[in-house]
């Protein structure tokens, strides 16, 4: 065949191409509204609308009014995509000139030759435009001109597509130096022959086409992935990085959809196996980068030592020893000390003998301190540590307190201050003494002086005496030490009598045993028990012991029933005067 009936050949074929486009854009022409035509460069480039493959080359598209998706691809060469505006009735123009991409591609290679539906585009390994290689014109040939869509030995998913129509899809199976013919018009029948040149040809450019030839080697789909770390911490992030060439499609497990090349930060709560898959016309390729994630997190705790003191009397802890509570933790969010709370991650405090323990008594206790830590990837530890506190609780010291008695008719109006005889005096000196012991661990206590009189004479004057007896009292414990404000008085006058019985039982019970010359006179005895101040101990509530002095120097001064004159006073030794006070005014 001579070059001028190949060239004619050629124009004939161009001619009805033309026409037949031709007619298509008239009988689409009456339905649409509006005309795209598309000049693109290489003129073997293929055009998709909307994702749809329409043709290859320079062409007249008939499309509805609206925005449309026009992308241009030819293998070897970077694609444009690009939005146009379709106007109702009438033409838009576009030109496309893609700009060659990609190394050469060394073999070995084996071949696909499609037949039948020759404008149809061919698909490698996926079903969107980015998988496109050629129509099927470019790979139908092997006679005087070359027409080879190489690929490398492997399987490869055939999808063959024109206008939303798909001719063929299916597995085919390549050997290198091997051609595996596809017959589209018999429902893809597939049949191989040999390839020699599958074995000889050196590195291929992505795309060669001449006048009725084409050439287009699929290069395989390369990546790699990484991890900046592999051992992580609960809560540490990594990076990943990866970088693909020829893959359409990237995808990373637990991310999703990435781009071709770039990097990631992710924070794995597990040990994760990150998945890379890089899918292109060219085959698919794996990689996966492991990050160890240690989700145990680390707990320490201890005691400074195992022992505390705590000893308290009354309302006063008078020993109260610590210890230093040591704790640290590691790879954890969550860090608490019971019975403390949430703490830091790492920390000290100072824990003093505090026990649960508030009745008398001794103490031996454990207090246990748990440490608890958790991070977000579930880990958990637990540490302990017990405190065992030693001690014990011990009432305050007693007070002792004893009725004070006084003579017939003291103290007098006149002589305000006189009327405590010594061995009295010594019974308010010990009350003294044991309250201001027991005060120092037991603040609330108070002390409340009642004042009494005998039955003989008026009930005013009774209760006026009373009262200087309770103040005579009340002054002497303020000179022994007692805070004046610790201390209230209350006269009873002869109200609230001791009666005879009781008097006979005290007197029964007193280890002082009466005198001869008291014995059988109760009457003089009852009305002497009943000239007295009584105290309490509040709030306790405790009262006075009533023990009549029945042996001691003053016992007759105190016991007789008339009033003693002052000579009397002085011929009794160890007779005193009391605290001095104002002598009030009386009528009395």
């Known amino acids: 065949m001579t070059r001028t009936t190949l060239f004619r050949q050629a124009l004939l074929f161009a001619i009805q191409v033309l026409l037949v486009v031709a007619t298509t854009v008239l009988a689409q022409s009456k339905t649409t509204n509006g005309i795209l035509k598309i000049h693109v ?17 320079s062409q007249a598209i008939a499309l509805d009014a609206g925005t449309h998706t ?6 070897g060469y970077a694609p444009q995509t690009q939005h146009v505006e379709i106007a109702s009735g009438k033409k838009t123009e576009l030109t496309v000139t893609l700009q060659p991409s990609g190394d050469k591609v060394a073999g070995p290679f084996g071949d696909i030759e499609l037949k039948g539906h020759p404008r149809a585009a061919v698909l490698l390994n996926g079903n969107s435009p980015a998988f496109f290689v050629g129509h099927v014109d470019e790979f139908d040939n092997n006679w005087l001109w070359h027409q080879w ?11 063959v597509l024109q206008k939303g129509q798909t001719f063929f899809s299916g597995p085919v199976k390549v050997d290198a130096g091997k051609r595996v013919i596809v017959d589209l018009n018999h429902n893809g029948a597939i049949k191989s022959r040999n390839f020699k040149p599958g074995f000889s040809r050196g590195p291929q450019p992505r795309f060669e086409a001449g006048i009725a030839s084409a050439i287009v080697p699929i290069a395989p789909v390369t990546a790699q992935l990484s991890a900046s770390q592999t051992q992580t911490t609960c809560g540490q992030s990594a990076e990943l990085n990866w970088k693909t060439a020829d893959a359409a499609e990237t995808s990373i497990t637990n991310i999703g959809e990435v781009d071709g090349s770039g990097n990631h930060i992710v924070t794995p709560t597990q040990t994760t196996a990150y998945e890379l898959v890089a899918k292109g016309p060219g085959g698919e390729v794996t990689q996966t980068a492991t990050i160890d994630v240690d989700t145990q997190p680390t707990a320490t705790m201890e005691l400074s030592q195992p022992d505390v003191r705590y000893h308290k009397i009354g309302d006063k802890v008078v020993e109260q020893t610590s210890a230093t509570l040591t704790w640290s933790s590691s790879n954890a969010d969550a860090v608490t000390i019971q019975p403390l709370g949430s703490v ?11 026990p649960g323990q508030t009745s008398i008594g001794p103490i031996s206790q454990d207090v246990t301190y748990t440490l608890s830590v958790a991070n977000a990837c579930g880990g958990t530890a637990i540490q302990t540590a017990t405190l065992h506190v030693v001690g014990s609780i011990d009432p305050a010291p007693p007070v002792t307190l004893a009725s004070v008695f006084y003579p017939s008719d003291y103290p007098q109006r006149r002589h305000a201050n006189l009327g405590l005889v010594s061995t009295e005096g010594s019974v308010l000196t010990q009350a003294a003494t044991t309250f201001k012991s027991n005060e120092e661990y037991d603040s609330n206590n108070r002390l409340v002086v009642v004042g009494h009189a005998d039955i003989r004479g008026p009930k005013k004057y009774n209760l006026t005496l009373s009262e200087r007896r309770a103040n005579l009292v009340r002054d002497y414990l303020v000179s022994q030490g007692i805070a004046a404000e610790k201390i209230e008085t209350r006269a009873e006058g002869k109200d609230r009598q001791l009666d005879e019985q009781r008097v006979e039982d005290l007197q029964s019970q007193n280890t002082q ?6 014995t059988g006179r109760k009457k003089a005895t009852w009305l002497a028990y009943n000239r007295r101040v009584d105290i309490i101990l509040q709030p306790a509530g405790q009262e ?5 002095p029945n042996d001691t120097p003053e016992t007759r001064v105190l016991w007789q029933r008339q009033t003693p004159s002052l000579k009397s006073f002085e011929k009794t030794e160890g007779v005193q005067e009391g605290p001095q006070i104002p002598t009030v005014a009386s009528n009395q």
């Open 149 to 159: 869509l190489l690929v490398k030995p492997g399987s490869y998913q055939v999808t």
């Open 513 to 518: 045993k009466p005198p001869q010359w008291m």
């Open 70 to 75: 026009v992308e241009v691809r030819n293998y």
């Open 544 to 548: 006075s012991t009533q023990a009549y």
């Open 41 to 57: 460069n290489p003129k073997q480039a293929y055009v998709f609308i909307d994702d749809t493959a329409i043709s290859d080359g």
């Open 344 to 354: 830091a991650p790492t920390g000290t405090q100072n824990i003093e003998a505090g």
